[in-house]
């Protein structure tokens, strides 16, 4: 009988970057990790070829795991790709995510965003919703992009009102939890806001009766990494193998094919 190991620690937090190439999703992650651990680039060519994960202790209390996406959803992608960076974001993220974090760069929320979003929620479902933040990200140009022009910068509020629709929908649907970041802040200011992002997360999560995000297939990768623990065994090292991103892989093919002929 295969030894069951240690489910997720109750103080670790684990967090999915979600958003168009170009959005800032790394930049976004070296700010709640308060390190460098993502590369990034200076265009908008995505650098992050596949979903990794990296973490930080005791951020806020927390330890904190975070995977960023190589823009996973975006809609020129082929189901192949997308197949298997679910498949690793899965197994990097087991049990499951306790927020997804939608990166959308302030000034351009355009269609192709809301079909990203959208892409997510076909193969999440719905109820990912419960579990999202936005993070509209750029907040320094969104500014200087006033201030070029002598005109006054308006409020983050306001910003939000001016959104398009569709995207106003959303973002209530999500009980209108967003935070906009600037990464270039000085530490202080980035600290503030790593703080305030933690603390609608955990809101969020009371909401949501203190459990992350899961699902069948969730539970099922969680299986497999219980199966293959030892006493010995440390999560985040099986988590990150090879072995049982395989295995996983192999579970979630099948229903990766269902949802494929569902989205034709």
Same mark, same amino acid.
């Given at each position: 009988?295969?030894f069951?190991g240690?489910?997720a620690p109750?103080?670790?937090f684990?967090?999915?970057l &979600?958003?168009?190439?170009g959005?800032?999703?790394s930049?976004?992650?070296?700010?709640?990790?308060?390190?460098k651990?993502?590369?990034f =680039?200076?265009?908008?060519?995505s &650098?992050t070829a596949v979903?990794k994960?990296?973490?930080?202790?005791?951020?806020?209390?927390?330890k904190? /795991?975070? &995977?960023d996406?190589?823009?996973?959803?975006d809609?020129?992608?082929?189901?192949?790709?997308?197949?298997? $960076?679910i498949c690793?974001?899965?197994s990097l993220?087991t049990?499951?995510?306790?927020?997804?974090?939608?990166?959308?760069q302030m000034?351009?929320f355009?269609?192709?965003?809301?079909e990203?979003?959208?892409h997510?929620?076909?193969y999440?479902?719905?109820?990912?919703?419960? *579990?999202?933040?936005?993070?509209?990200?750029?907040l320094?140009?969104?500014?200087?992009?006033?201030e070029?022009?002598?005109?006054?910068?308006p409020?983050? /509020?306001v *910003?939000?009102k001016s959104l398009?629709?569709?995207a106003?929908?959303?973002l209530e649907k999500?009980?209108?939890?967003?935070?906009?970041?600037d990464?270039?802040?000085k530490?202080e200011?980035?600290e503030?806001?790593?703080?305030?992002?933690?603390?609608?997360?955990? $809101?969020?999560?009371?909401?949501?009766?203190?459990?992350? *995000?899961?699902d069948?297939?969730?539970?099922? =990768?969680?299986?497999?990494?219980?199966?293959?623990?030892?006493?010995?065994s440390?999560?985040?090292?099986?988590?990150?193998? $090879?072995?049982?991103?395989?295995?996983?892989?192999?579970y979630?093919?099948?229903?990766?094919?269902?949802?494929?002929?569902?989205?034709?």
């Amino acid at each position: 009988m295969p030894f069951f190991g240690k489910p997720a620690p109750p103080n670790e937090f684990r967090f999915v970057l &979600v958003g168009k190439t170009g959005a800032g999703k790394s930049r976004v992650g070296n700010t709640i990790l308060n390190n460098k651990a993502f590369t990034f =680039a200076l265009d908008s060519k995505s &650098v992050t070829a596949v979903c990794k994960l990296m973490s930080a202790d005791k951020r806020f209390g927390k330890k904190i /795991d975070l &995977v960023d996406t190589p823009g996973v959803f975006d809609t020129e992608k082929n189901n192949e790709t997308i197949q298997k $960076e679910i498949c690793r974001c899965i197994s990097l993220t087991t049990p499951g995510p306790h927020a997804i974090l939608f990166c959308v760069q302030m000034g351009r929320f355009t269609d192709q965003e809301i079909e990203v979003l959208e892409h997510y929620i076909k193969y999440f479902g719905q109820n990912i919703l419960n *579990y999202l933040v936005f993070v509209f990200t750029h907040l320094d140009s969104w500014r200087e992009s006033f201030e070029d022009r002598d005109a006054s910068v308006p409020s983050e /509020d306001v *910003y939000i009102k001016s959104l398009p629709e569709k995207a106003k929908s959303y973002l209530e649907k999500c009980k209108n939890r967003y935070i906009c970041m600037d990464n270039r802040a000085k530490e202080e200011e980035k600290e503030k806001t790593v703080k305030k992002l933690i603390e609608k997360v955990e $809101e969020m999560l009371s909401k949501n009766g203190n459990s992350c *995000y899961t699902d069948k297939n969730y539970e099922e =990768a969680e299986k497999i990494l219980q199966t293959m623990m030892t006493v010995n065994s440390i999560r985040d090292e099986i988590k990150n193998s $090879e072995s049982f991103l395989n295995k996983v892989n192999l579970y979630l093919k099948l229903m990766f094919q269902k949802i494929c002929l569902k989205l034709k």
